[in-house]
């Protein structure tokens, strides 16, 4: 199953973590990513610490847990590639991802988009896919 589809496909709870130049880690919640292929994913990220970290340290890794009960899930690591703050493309990369209340100027005033490359995908449990 390719990223875009699972991610279509599964309900669950995401944790983005990120880590500052010194190593001072921080983990946020975060919906589910923004496919753009089974290599590249962005987020839209409100000027808070964990766009601050990412600016200063590249990698992330994005923890995904399907459903409620038991360990199923995907650990996606991830490094920066490029951000913007074009409010035109985030609106419109909201709008694809999340049809509804979600993508209106009030929530997303002051974002940015950023985009990663996926550079290794692990099940929540374990370290084999």
Known sequence: MDLKEYFEKKNGFGVLSTADENGKVDAAPYARPHVIDDAHIAFIMSDRLSHANIRKNPYAVYL?????????????????????????????????????????????????????????????????A
């Open 64 to 128: 995904f847990k399907e459903g409620w009960f038991g360990y199923k899930g995907k650990r996606l690591y991830l490094k920066k590639e490029k951000e913007s703050d074009d409010q035109g493309l985030i609106k419109n990369t909201c709008k694809a991802t999340y049809p509804g209340p979600y993508c209106g100027q009030r929530f997303l005033k002051g974002s940015f988009i950023v985009f990663f490359k996926v550079e290794s995908v692990l099940p929540l449990v374990g370290d084999n």
